[in-house]
Nanobody, 128 residues
């Protein structure tokens, strides 16, 4: 069953910005870790950022920190990923994911196998 739906991807010139959104389908996030992953053609899925909805504490992959910002909007029940200064290497299918562990903050590492629910992905294509 699909529980998460991503949106906001598209084609953009290098140096531009995008804000990706992730919304639940049929349920509400509840004090657990939500995260963004991405997968480029020919590469394995990699973590980008995560946020614990209990207190909105966020974690970032070191290599992406500074250009990526993960936030939540409680009123809209939406997870966001803002990407600035886009590079061609940011081209990938971006997924949001949810951990089933309640009242547990995101760890210092975001491991894909720890997330039980995934969206279908939204494509980000960056051209030079």
């Amino acid at each position: 069953q699909v529980h998460l739906v991503e949106s906001g991807g598209g084609s953009v010139q290098a140096g531009g910005s995008l804000r990706l959104s992730c919304t639940p389908s049929g349920y509400t996030y509840s004090s657990n870790c939500l995260a963004w992953f991405r997968q480029a053609p020919g590469k394995e899925r990699e973590a980008v950022a995560g946020i614990y909805t209990g207190d909105n504490s966020a974690v970032y992959v070191d290599s992406e920190r500074g250009r990526f910002t993960v936030t939540t909007d409680t009123g809209a029940n939406t997870l966001y990923l803002h990407i600035s200064s886009l590079k061609t290497e940011d081209t990938a299918l971006y997924y949001c994911a949810e951990s089933s562990s309640r009242l547990v903050r995101c760890g210092t590492r975001l491991i894909a196998s720890h997330f039980s629910d995934w969206g279908q992905g939204t494509q980000v294509s960056v051209s030079s």
